[in-house]
């Protein structure tokens, strides 16, 4: 392994960016249809702010090297499609066996996971506190708060992302939503198709 400068980063909170990354990324509505329950309430919000930024990433990216870290800060605005909360795309590690650390800077989230078998697990996230997302969990970050959501998150290197994972059961197994006293519950969608045995065993399986 080559040696990388060591580096301080910046964030700032309320801007919720990270200053001193390699890249940064923007996801607008118009970049997250499909992800929603209500399509109608999505296309009605599209149509007048498809240019929205829903979520942004500023991270530090070193050459994908086994054993280096990827880190950066995710901002998320806070917003509904019909009464769902808005979230990112959500992903499995492309190497499922990789985990994630997520530290809230501010804001109120949470991070929804989800196992192969298709078991929910929910995990609070506001400032000062770290969610550890464990090897093999599917994750999508919710805010469920009235500002922004700014989040520091490292991962190593080599995961990647497998985004199809979602599209391919018919969402998460579960969405959060406005529980109707301004605070969120979790529901479940109608349209999820657990996977199959073979389809678990195979992610299992995608280890170095
Ligand atoms: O990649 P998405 O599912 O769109 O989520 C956006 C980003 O959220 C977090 O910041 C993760 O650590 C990133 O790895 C992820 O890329
Ligand atoms: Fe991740």
Not at 31 to 36: E, I
Not at 83 to 111: C, K, W
Not at 148 to 171: H, K, N, T
Request: charged letters at 20%; glycine letters at 12%; one cysteine or more.
């Amino acid at each position: 392994m080559k040696m990388c400068e060591p580096v301080s980063c910046q964030v700032d909170l309320s801007a919720g960016v990270m200053d001193n990354g390699s890249g940064h990324y923007q996801k607008r509505l118009n970049d997250l249809a499909g992800l929603y329950a209500d399509g109608d309430a999505f296309a009605t919000q599209a149509s007048v702010a498809g240019d929205r930024v829903v979520y942004e990433v500023t991270e530090r990216r070193p050459d994908a090297q086994h054993g280096d870290l990827i880190f950066g800060v995710t901002r998320m605005s806070p917003g509904k499609i019909g009464n769902e909360y808005f979230l990112t795309r959500g992903h499995i590690h492309a190497q499922a066996d990789r985990p994630e650390i997520y530290y809230g800077q501010s804001g109120h989230g949470v991070m929804l996971m989800e196992s192969p078998a298709g078991e929910t697990r929910i995990v609070a996230i506001g400032p000062q506190s770290i969610c550890y997302v464990p090897p093999y969990w599917i994750h999508r970050s919710v805010n469920v708060g009235a500002e922004d959501l700014v989040m520091v998150f490292a991962y190593p290197a080599d995961s990647g992302q497998d985004y199809e994972i979602i599209a391919r059961s018919g969402g998460m197994k579960t969405r959060i939503v406005d529980d109707g006293h301004g605070g969120w519950q979790a529901v479940d969608n109608a349209d999820y198709q657990p996977r199959s045995p073979q389809q678990v065993a195979r992610l299992f399986q995608t280890t170095l």
